[in-house]
């Protein structure tokens, strides 16, 4: 939060400077070098894009592209993990939440029927499938009760609901049914679960094959 509040009191402040933050003092301090937090837009092999994200969360296993001479770039939706939205007032910036929830989670994967091995070398076989992006939001300050980031969450259509809500100032958290933590819960303990259900979004599809062929098709 002294960070945050720190860079807003700049003359020059930027829009962006609560995502900076929220990567450079907590997202890129946490989390292993595997992981790389990003920006800019999603698209989809049906063509679908999102609009502007503040944080994207790649997988390890496929590229995104980046925009000449900014730090923006194009994702494919098969090499996004979950997108993280940030906002400064939960309650003032919560009908942006719903819009951008919208436009991310319309967005489809699409994996390749395959076969894996585990460590033990028990062999898995997975169908051809599809799956959403799963979204979290991100704010500053907001409610100081996880009861009333769970009520948020159930009071809007699906297709505009956070996967998860988090309030920094009071470390309040909700998580979800696609979450690790799937709990309501504040302090340091909120802090963690989100932090445990980043990870458990970004490693829940580690054996899954993209299917990328719509894309080259596109392209072709």
Not at 90 to 110: D, E, I, M, S, Y
Not at 139 to 163: C, F, H, M, N, Q
Not at 200 to 216: E, L, Q, S, T
């Amino acid at each position: 939060m002294a960070h945050r509040d720190a860079g807003a009191s700049l003359p020059t402040a930027a829009a962006g400077v609560e995502r900076e933050v929220l990567v450079r003092e907590f997202l890129g301090q946490v989390f292993p070098s595997p992981f790389r937090f990003g920006s800019g837009a999603i698209v989809d092999a049906s063509g679908r894009r999102s609009g502007q994200l503040d944080i994207v969360v790649e997988f390890p296993f496929l590229p995104s592209f980046p925009s000449p001479g900014s730090g923006q770039r194009l994702y494919l939706a098969d090499s996004v993990a979950l997108v993280i939205e940030v906002k400064s007032d939960l309650n003032k910036q919560w009908p942006q939440v719903q819009t951008t929830a919208k436009a991310v989670l319309k967005l489809r994967r699409n994996w390749r029927a395959h076969e894996s091995f585990d460590s033990k070398g028990v062999q898995g076989s997975f169908s051809e499938s599809t799956s959403r992006i799963p979204f979290l939001a991100v704010a500053y300050r907001g409610p100081s009760k996880p009861a009333t980031l769970e009520k948020k969450i159930a009071g809007v259509p699906a297709e505009e609901r956070p996967d998860g809500l988090l309030v920094i100032a009071s470390g309040a958290y909700s998580g979800c049914a696609l979450c690790a933590s799937t709990v309501a819960t504040g302090g340091a303990a909120g802090l963690l679960a989100f932090a445990n259900d980043v990870a458990w979004m970004a490693r829940n599809v580690k054996w899954a094959a993209p299917k990328i062929g719509g894309y080259v098709q596109a392209l072709g």
